[in-house]
């Protein structure tokens, strides 16, 4: 490429933001044609939110559950000291642009004062059944400027109608009342999980469904557009936005907005599929915590603010947007700790994007289509302008003379969406001592991709080659950043004094070497052992460090979806002071683990002296090779 000299560059009208909008409708070159699918205005909005809340808060927050059966007392569910405000201003600390509140969960409870069903909050002692949670959290988000959408679980264990034609009216008429009583959405929500065990209205029975033909989607998806234009609904064929495939917070790499014209399928959900027939980009949802629903033995294991920046990289960072579920504590508040991690992530990240230090550089490239596509656009801040070139020139350099002493390592591309996504693989380079070094090499930029250094660097200049595109490319933005890390929160244990401190367990004994991972208080790391036969169980023997009188124990299965792998379906509990003559002290069937991969919370009949704790596990919950756990815990009798 040619060494321009920046005044040259100023010259020609390709140097300067400025410059480049002088160009006058009648003057500027023709758009670009979109290339394949496209984003609707409603999508192209939702791109642009990047990250906010889901809020999980509801029965199961009362019995300590993650799938509530639908037979629990509304009385059950009491806030001691509900705030709707404190919870929203915990989202916007965090720097989370939206919140999605869960209305009503498997169990069929309703957070609303809804008279289609006895099974809400007219029935709960908060505030002597005339409380609207609902409402409560809509008028808090106006408050503060904040979209809010909803959640509504298609499920109901509670519904005596389930799985029968009786209650898809009952549905649709739940979903009625929450699109038309709360103001304008922004997302409508609908979980995968569907069918299985429950209540229903005393059957208490198994009932299956064809998800798609019971629910007939459509129509769903339909009334809800009807009902809320600018709401984006989740999840099935047909709706604006698909699950990423799991609930780790990360999304494929690449991963494409684009999927097939079929029903979702979870290997093509991580990562998308280029060149799909439809616009269905990915949402990735993960908890701050382990569960979904607030659990105080969760406290020791809040995600740090370390890692909530990397889930941003691996979610926001490759073109989806993050869903951070932040579950309310039992006062109905966001709980300090989480709190405290909300703000060092949020103060961390807003600190990190603050100030884009490409502004005042030089760009130019190797062609432009035209007035009115500069390179430069890439610098004006603008999302509904973009860099392009002629239709033939598919793999142009674009490169951007630095300021000297620019020092960045966090870089920041996007697309123009309602184009499509146009570029397939990229490179960025820099230029250092004179010499290009190659930075990175990915596919896909779709709404952005950010690329984040090991180290800061200085460079003369730094450049964006794209390598292989089938359309003309169309990019929004070239940004670069300096990092700013987060400020350390110190880890606690729990603010329930019930539940044990394990930093001082030991592994006494087990089936297979790695049970440490039991322990470490970390539910990503899984102690995976080949699945018990008949007459030889899975055997776990836990040194607790001193005699403690257990009221009961928890058990952790991996949250993330495995292959060949399940957790327990059933336990012995045994206990001893000596480690040599044992006890038993509980046995029984793990609920739902298999498909909730929730922590399942195991109290003995009463409290016990013990020293060790034995768990024999007989059969996985699924007739997979392995076993799999994720950890182990455990608590005393409240004082």
């Avoid at 205005?41 to 791109?47: D, E, G, L, S």
């Avoid at 779709?446 to 169309?474: E, F, K, N």
């Avoid at 244990?493 to 297979?512: C, F, H, L, M, Y």
């Avoid at 790391?525 to 699945?531: F, G, M, S």
Wanted: charged share 20%; aromatic share 10%; with cysteine.
């Amino acid at each position: 490429m040619t060494n321009l000299s920046r005044r040259a560059l100023v010259a020609a009208g390709l140097a300067t933001p400025a410059l480049a909008h002088a160009a006058t409708d009648a003057t500027k070159a023709t758009a670009p044609k979109p290339f394949g699918a496209t984003p609707s205005a409603r999508q192209w909005k939702w791109h642009q939110r990047e990250q906010y809340a889901f809020i999980h808060f509801s029965m199961n927050t009362f019995t300590d559950k993650e799938w509530g059966y639908g037979d629990e007392d509304p009385k059950t569910f009491n806030p001691s000291d509900f705030n709707a405000d404190q919870i929203v201003a915990a989202a916007k600390a965090g720097g989370l642009k939206g919140l999605i509140m869960v209305c009503k969960h498997h169990d069929g409870f309703c957070l609303w004062p809804t008279t289609l069903t006895e099974h809400c909050i007219r029935n709960s002692p908060y505030k002597n059944g005339q409380g609207d949670i609902v409402r409560e959290m809509s008028d808090a988000c106006a408050r503060a400027g904040l979209p809010f959408g909803v959640y509504l679980s298609p499920w109901d264990r509670n519904h005596p109608e389930y799985g029968r034609p009786g209650y898809i009216p009952y549905y649709r008429a739940q979903l009625t009342e929450l699109c038309t009583r709360y103001g304008k959405l922004f997302e409508v929500w609908f979980d995968g999980a569907n069918g299985g065990d429950g209540y229903y209205g005393g059957a208490r029975e198994t009932r299956k469904i064809d998800a798609p033909a019971y629910y007939n989607w459509p129509s769903i998806v339909a009334l809800v557009h009807k009902l809320q234009p600018e709401a984006c609904t989740f999840d099935p064929l047909g709706a604006d936005i698909r699950w990423v495939g799991n609930e780790d917070g990360v999304a494929g790499d690449p991963c494409w907005p684009t999927m097939p014209n079929h029903p979702y399928v979870q290997s093509e959900g991580n990562s998308g599929v280029r060149g799909g027939a439809l616009w269905w980009p990915a949402e990735t949802d993960v908890s701050i915590r382990p569960g979904w629903f607030y659990h105080a033995d969760e406290d020791s294991r809040v995600k740090s603010p370390e890692r909530l920046i990397q889930l941003y990289d691996e979610s926001v960072g490759r073109g989806t947007n993050l869903n951070l579920n932040l579950p309310p504590d039992r006062r109905g508040r966001i709980a300090d700790q989480d709190v405290k991690i909300l703000k060092s992530y949020g103060d961390a990240i807003r600190a990190t994007f603050a100030r884009d230090l490409a502004k005042g550089a030089v760009a130019h490239a190797s062609a432009v289509r035209g007035p009115g596509f500069e390179a430069a656009r890439v610098l004006d801040g603008d999302r509904e302008t973009y860099w392009s070139t002629p239709d033939g020139t598919t793999t142009p350099i674009l490169t951007l003379d630095l300021k000297p002493g620019t020092r960045f390592d966090v870089i920041r591309l996007r697309e123009y969406l309602p184009l499509g996504v146009r570029v397939t693989r990229f490179a960025v380079d820099a230029e250092i001592d004179g010499a290009w070094q190659q930075l990175a090499e990915k596919q896909c930029i779709s709404a952005q991709r950010v690329i984040r250094l090991a180290h800061p660097i200085a460079p003369r200049r730094v450049r964006l080659r794209i390598l292989d595109a089938p359309a003309c490319p169309a990019i929004s933005e070239f940004s670069l950043f300096r990092s700013v890390a987060p400020v350390s929160v110190a880890p606690i244990v729990s603010s329930d004094p019930t539940v044990i401190d394990t930093r001082e367990w030991k592994i006494a004994g087990a089936a297979a070497p790695g049970a440490e991972k039991l322990l470490d208080r970390d539910p990503g790391t899984i102690w995976t052992v080949p699945a018990p036969t008949a007459g030889a169980p899975v055997e776990v023997t836990i040194d607790l460090g001193k005699d403690t009188a257990l009221a009961g124990f928890s058990l952790t299965p991996s949250r993330h979806v495995m292959t060949n792998a399940a957790p327990p379906k059933g336990y012995e509990a045994e206990t001893s002071m000596d480690g040599s003559s044992w006890q038993p002290a509980a046995s029984g069937e793990f609920g739902n683990i298999a498909y909730a991969l929730s922590t399942q919370r195991i109290a003995f009949a009463q409290p016990r002296p013990a020293r060790y704790l034995r768990l024999r596990f007989a059969e996985p919950a699924l007739p997979e090779p392995r076993l799999a756990i994720a950890e182990i815990g455990g608590f005393t009798a409240p004082r």
